[in-house]
């Protein structure tokens, strides 16, 4: 009990005094995390309507493929992007092992199938009906599309936040490719983790305060954009 | 579903939130660190890769070594604290530039393959038996490593293996070796994780382990486990560092690896070795060895100042 107090205090001295170092490792996990995210938005997104709304052979392996994918282990990830990555990797010329940039390579590789999942879910659970009667109107198919998303967006706006807690969250894969390198690849969760191994327990649950934080408060930001126009 | 205009604002207000997050935060991608140091000189190939073991980060000693040299050559360090195991291992597929690592058999046999070059004596301190303040198997009363191992088997006390083929792993191996005992059964645990994590499983089981001084004591405050053996001869923890071999690797940072090599062993940085943990535990948390040979080093365990 008396650790968690501690630990709790230390996090508000960590923010109160603006530890330079908690700030730069807050701030990374929120641009390493934030850039996957909308990275995998911009590409999952349309892959999950494709998915949706495509005929084409081989749709039920890929469908399957992206629901593995929904739970794909953050260390197996970090496994094969490190392989890609090395020096001596296939990709090894590109010199982005231990950068953040790598790490954003991973998260985008576990948050992809969440976003591209939910969007498919959502877009197949919409009356087919609708469909029909957008394209009756005279609509083309990128109208169609968009507003087939805009109706989908309660599920779109879910898997966003699903991708999202699922990169911020994740330890193995970012330890894996990005080390845990002081003021260059350290984000909140390899941070903890070393804190514990270090033995300093109260600055790795202040850690983890911060972080809880921080996922509630983009949560809460789309989960407000969510259920805007919703009476409380 | 009831279409209107106030609905688009949910997707459009996500892509904006999201954008605008990513240009936030992309500010900082160019410069990693966020503020610019004043290097001394910038070399060519600043990128520095150092494979080390956990003891070395987790004792918090890079912490220090670290930025003195960062700032004096102007190189960027990656530190991966992994085991020593591990760190050879990136060191023989060249995936690191230079390795700072305390396993001295393992390390003879990659300099011997070529993969490594100038191996180094850095420092040493030395590896301890801990385990619980009742020490049940009542092994405060042994001489020697081999015998205190004996007792542990007897009483069939738990005893937490780092079993994750670090440098300790190693010498724990080595040890059951001496002592003519292949450890086995429900008594002998791998925790297949780092120092700080294996002390802590030992403390939570009330159980033995084998741990390098320099962890130990910073963490020791979170532990229910006491120094139950030290001292005896074959419990030395002997750190060298080496280059990968550039003649072998061709990506290999050949000049950042020498400069950091060098930089270990100069004389400032071994008296800031010598006095690191002072302040904070009363007593060294490793002895600086520069310049000294391994054979003096192994004949005696004293510890001077270069």
Known sequence: MDLIWRGLLKAVELVVSGDPEVWRITFLTLRVSGTATLISVLLGVPAGVLLALGRFPGRRLLVSLVNTGMGLPPVVVGLWVSILLWRYGPLGFLGLMYTPTAMVVAQCAIAMPLVTGFTLAGIQQLNPKLRLQILALGASHGQLYWLLIREARLSILAAIMAGFGGVVSEVGASMMVGGTVRGQTRVLTTATVMEVSRGNLDVALALSVLLLALAWGVTYALTSLQQRGRQA | ?306
């Open chain 2, 1 to 306: 579903m009831v279409k209107g205009s106030g609905r688009w604002a949910p997707l459009t207000g996500m892509v904006a939130l999201l954008i605008s997050l990513a240009l936030m935060v992309g500010c900082g991608l160019g410069a990693p660190g966020g503020e610019t140091r004043a290097a001394p000189s910038k070399p060519a190939n600043p990128d520095l890769i150092l494979a080390t073991t956990t003891s070395t980060q987790d004792s918090g000693l890079l912490d220090i070594l670290i930025p003195m040299f960062e700032q004096k050559t102007g190189y960027q360090v990656k530190p991966i604290a992994v085991g020593t195991g591990q760190a050879l291992a990136m060191g023989e597929r060249g995936e690191a530039d230079v390795l700072l690592v305390h396993a001295p058999d393992a390390e003879k046999s990659v300099v011997e393959k070529g993969a490594a070059i100038n191996r180094t004596l850095v420092m040493h301190n030395d590896f301890l038996l801990v385990g619980p303040p009742n020490d049940p198997a009542e092994v405060k009363g042994a001489r020697t490593v081999v015998e205190a191992l004996h007792r542990i088997v007897v009483a069939r006390a738990v005893f937490v293996s780092r079993g994750d083929d670090s440098g300790t792993h190693k010498m724990e191996l080595s040890l059951w070796k001496a002592a003519g005992v292949r450890p086995e059964g429900g008594w002998y645990q791998q925790s297949g994780s780092g120092m700080g994590q294996t002390l802590s499983i030992a403390s939570e089981k009330n159980g033995y382990t084998l741990t390098d001084r320099a962890t130990y004591l910073a963490v020791k405050k979170n532990l229910r486990l006491e120094i139950v053996l030290e001292g005896d001869g074959p419990l030395l923890n002997v750190y060298h560092v080496m280059q990968v071999n550039p003649a072998k690797f061709s990506k290999v940072n050949a000049a950042g690896a020498r400069a950091f090599l060098e930089f270990v062993v100069a004389r400032e940085t071994q008296e800031v070795i010598g006095k690191f943990g002072v302040d904070k535990y009363g007593q060294a948390l490793f002895c600086p060895d520069a310049a000294k040979s391994e054979a003096e080093v192994l004949a005696s365990n004293s510890c001077s100042l270069p």
